[in-house]
Every structure is written in C-alpha cells, then in structure tokens.
C-alpha cells in the first residue's frame, strides 16, 4: 500500500535525555540565549522524517502532525506542575551526532523540561530578561483569526 494512503502513522520520534553526563553534552549544542536551558533535568529531542507520514501534493503533514503530538506532551507535563518549553536554538548537527540520529533525519525542535523556578530569569543575559520581563500581550481571537460569513 502507497504511503501516502496509510493512517495512524504515528511519525514522531522522541529522545528523552536525562543522564546527567549526556544533559552537559547536550548543552554545549545551545545557543547562548538558552544557557538556562542548564537547569533543566531533561530535555526531549523531537525528530521525524517526511517520508514516515503522508505527502499530498505540496502538504507534507510530518511537521504538522509531530507538532500535535509536541502540544498535547506539554499539556500532559503540566499536570504535575512541569514546566516544559521549546527552543529552536541549538546546532543540529551537533545534536544528532550526540544522540547518533540518522543524519536525513528533521530535528523539530527540543524541548526543556524541569520544575518552574523563579531563579532561572536570573540566567538569562540582560536583554533576554528584559523581553521576559516585558513580554507583550498574548493576542486576541480577533487578530489571530478570520471569520468567513
């Protein structure tokens, strides 16, 4: 059967990293802006590949679909009182190395996950904590969504 026509592909792939030993390699793969990422006590890396899910035309649902799963793993998190969070800024190919991923594999993103504390704003340099501290507004219904009548 094509891949295209097969369901309940369940595509995403999670790496949960707790060792200790393992986190301080890991962290050497951030960005600088997420050096408070070191506080964490486990990070998930998220990967899938586009030829695990569907492709219709230009739709590649992968990314789509790992993200659904990314979404309600937070909201699952945050039952216990976790605190789970999503970065972008880490090298790749660093990262997939460490974890001896596939190299045609799409690291998603990765996902800090700890206790809520206070103290981590501290961390953050000055202008990051400033944009914390000053974060705008979540936006309203109205300007996120388009009502067709």
């Known amino acids: 059967m ?3 026509l097969l ?8 790496a949960f990293i707790r060792s200790r030993e393992k986190l301080e ?6 960005s600088p802006g997420n050096n408070w990422a070191r506080s964490s006590s486990l ?4 990967y899938s590949k586009r030829e695990y899910d ?6 590649e649902y992968y990314l789509f679909d790992t993200g659904i799963a990314v979404g309600f793993m937070i909201l699952r998190a945050a039952e216990p009182g976790l605190v789970a969070h999503i970065i972008a800024g880490y090298n790749s190919e660093m990262i997939k190395k460490e974890l001896n991923l596939l190299e045609d594999v799409n690291l998603i993103v990765l996902i800090i996950m700890g206790r809520h ?8 340099p000055p202008p990051q904590r400033e944009r914390e501290e000053r974060r705008p507004p979540r936006k309203s219904f109205n300007e996120i969504a388009k009502i067709i009548k």
Do not use: T
Request: charged share 30%; with cysteine; aromatic share 8%.
């Open 54 to 59: 569907c492709i219709i035309r230009d739709r």
């Open 2 to 4: 094509p891949r295209a």
């Open 117 to 124: 504390s206070e103290r981590l704003i501290e961390k953050l």
């Open 25 to 30: 390699r890991i962290y050497n793969a951030l």
């Open 7 to 14: 369901h309940n592909n369940q595509l995403w792939r999670f």
């Open 43 to 46: 990070i998930i890396a998220v």
